[in-house]
């Protein structure tokens, strides 16, 4: 290496190479060493080499390392880790010839050579010795103490239909097929078995027809046990839609009007495709729609193990245009769990909490209001309008759009004027509402009418005059009040007004 000096003094510190030896566990490059090095140490610099040697059970062991690892650290399984309570004597060695000073210091306190340990936990054991030159040199013991340590990790896995998925434990098999399940120990070795008695990391189970555990359960060196169960669940078929080209796993699609569709199940093996029966008289494991222009429910039915199995496929015709809905008073329902949307306040966001329909508490019922397509959303009793990030204010929103599939009562709501703009809304786990959906996937909600009108406060204008011309008035049963009212009890932006 000729130039191996001007490089040092170009680039410093150069970061090592690679290998199983070279400097890319100490950070020093070929330039450091070559340039650098002081030269040997002298006699009076050079620290003395210790050993290890473990006496257990009257046997003498020339390592310093009990829990299954040689001074080579290769795995040795009859030096594994010691039950609690053992006796133990560490025995540093000096090399043959080497005159002992008697200056030995242990992290634990002791000054002697040789020291005597109860195996009450796994620990480190340290011993410094001082030679004559006054150059100091450590030797480790290491104790592995049985069941003093962390379970060993396990990593499941789940092959199904050609493909593994990592991290799972929990899969649903089609009735009649096999599932293989792999456990994995991250670290250390042991030994594992299964609870169907199989010992290898990987099972493949029988045709499964009912459901069915399986735990593996992994020993490891330290004698500490761990389990994974896997919990492999039976379903008649899997439902599919086929749309624009791609399938997924579902019972539930929106298409455009005119647009097709193919439902399908993947059967078990003993149901032939024939004896599939679909809404409509047609068998087969999967059928074709084509220009539609309605939405509809479609069912596939069939007889397994003496079982009437049915599967209802939901197909959303989208609507060209949004719904106008005629202004009164509505709760908003979420299909899937039946909460409805509640308000909590000014600057509050809104949710969706357990409620009923029938009766609606205080901040569950809305006032709907439209100008053509476009609706403001009021709670009630606070006359609170509900604005596009979910929230409630004081000023009147009317940013809202309804749209309803072809032939079906769902709704979603959107915000947004253009197609490249359009935001729907979506109900997540807690409850919480999201609101920048850009893809039309669902019509989650249901528009429920209710007699709420007794929930809004009652306001009496001064001296009984009529509303503004341009005041938006509505009778108690929800209706547009056009021209002038008569005397009696009406609804002006939301609140309750007596006109004398």
Not at 374 to 382: A, G, I
Request: proline fraction near 5%.
């Amino acid at each position: 290496m000729p130039f191996s000096e001007k490089v040092l003094e170009m680039m410093g510190i150069d970061g090592g190479g690679s290998g199983g030896t070279s400097g890319g566990y100490d950070q020093l490059g070929y330039s450091v060493l070559m340039n650098t090095r002081d030269g040997l140490a002298q006699p009076h610099q050079i620290p003395t080499e210790l050993k290890g040697h473990i006496e257990v059970d009257g046997k003498l062991m020339k390592q310093s390392d009990l829990g299954g690892l040689t001074n080579t650290y290769t795995k040795n399984y009859t030096t594994s880790a010691a039950s609690k309570g053992k006796t133990v004597k560490l025995l540093p060695q000096l090399p043959e010839g080497e005159e002992n000073t008697g200056k030995w210091l242990w992290n634990t306190g002791e000054t002697t050579q040789d020291i005597t340990v109860i195996t009450d936990r796994s620990y480190i054991y340290r011993v410094t010795y001082t030679n004559k030159q006054g150059v100091q040199s450590q030797q480790c013991f290491s104790i592995a103490v049985e069941n003093d340590n962390t379970p060993t990790r396990i990593v499941p896995a789940v092959t199904y239909e050609g493909k593994t998925t990592e991290g799972i434990c929990t899969v649903d098999v089609i009735y009649g097929q096999t599932v293989t399940l792999s456990a994995t120990p991250l670290c250390g070795w042991g030994t594992g078995r299964w609870s169907s008695g199989q010992t290898t990391e990987s099972i493949t189970t029988p045709s499964i027809r009912k459901p069915q555990d399986y735990t593996y359960s992994y020993t490891n060196q330290s004698k500490t046990v761990s389990n994974c169960t896997f919990h492999v669940n039976v379903v008649p078929a899997r439902p599919w839609i086929q749309i624009s080209g791609g399938t997924v796993r579902t019972t539930q699609c929106v298409v455009e009007a005119g647009g097709c569709v193919t439902l399908g199940l993947d059967k078990p093996a003993v149901v032939g495709a024939d004896k599939i029966e679909w809404t409509g008289g047609f068998r087969g494991d999967k059928i074709e729609l084509t220009d539609l222009q309605t939405s509809g429910t479609y069912t596939a039915t069939f007889t397994l193990a003496g079982e009437t199995v049915t599967f209802e496929f939901t197909v959303f015709v989208k609507s060209p245009a949004p719904t106008t809905v005629d202004p009164g008073n509505y709760v908003i329902q979420h299909i899937g769990n039946g909460r409805l949307l509640t308000a909590h306040g000014k600057n509050q966001s809104v949710t969706f909490e357990e409620g009923s329909a029938d009766a609606p508490v205080d901040g569950q019922v809305w006032f709907i209001d439209n100008k053509n397509t476009r609706h403001n959303l009021v709670s009630l009793p606070d006359s609170l309008s509900l604005t596009t990030a979910a929230k409630l204010s004081a000023v009147s929103f009317y940013s809202f759009y309804i749209e309803q599939p072809l032939g079906a009562d769902p709704f979603v709501l959107r915000t947004g004027t253009s197609s490249g703009s359009f935001k729907y809304w979506n109900v997540e786990a807690d409850g919480s509402v999201s609101v920048n959906h850009t893809k039309l996937t669902d019509y989650p909600f249901l528009l429920i009418p209710v007699d709420k009108t007794d929930g809004i406060k009652p306001v009496e204008n001064g001296n009984g005059a009529c509303p503004a011309r341009d005041a938006e008035v509505y009778d108690l049963a929800g209706r547009r009040v056009q021209g002038m009212p008569i005397p009696g009890i009406y609804i002006v932006n939301g609140k309750k007004v007596i006109i004398k």
